[in-house]
């Protein structure tokens, strides 16, 4: 069983930069994360949940929606077991409370951390 745990939202203005942390901690599948892709959630009031972009662990290979393209940046740390997503230029319409997740071997999102709300004001 993996269990992740969000950090690092908070309250910040249009223009502010932020960095959510994302710590694994388990059983992961082969003792390892290599065959985990990582992926940022987000999912704003009265809104569905959507994604904001993914990094697989192995090769660090990243993908973003388009609305934080140039903005966020998904970074993984192998020895601290960590996923990142920097945010910046971070605007009103990205308030949320974001969450990762984890994808074991290409099935589906099966973890999720508790989530981490970011405010972003005008």
């Known amino acids: 069983q993996v269990q992740l745990v969000e950090s690092g939202g908070g309250r910040v203005q249009a223009g502010a930069s932020l960095r959510l942390s994302c710590v694994v901690s388990g059983r992961t599948l082969n003792g390892t994360l290599s065959e985990y892709v990582m992926g940022w959630f987000r999912q704003a009031p009265g809104k569905e949940r959507e994604a904001v972009g993914a990094i697989s662990w192995s090769d660090g290979y990243t993908h973003y929606r388009d609305s934080v393209k140039g903005r966020f940046i998904i970074s993984r740390d192998n020895t601290k077991k960590t996923v990142y997503l920097q945010m910046n230029t971070l605007k009103p319409e990205d308030t949320a409370v974001y969450y990762c997740?984890?994808?074991?071997?290409?099935?589906?999102?099966?973890?999720w951390g508790q989530g981490t709300q970011v405010t972003v004001s005008s």
């Open positions: 997740a984890a994808s074991p071997a290409g099935s589906d999102y099966d973890y």
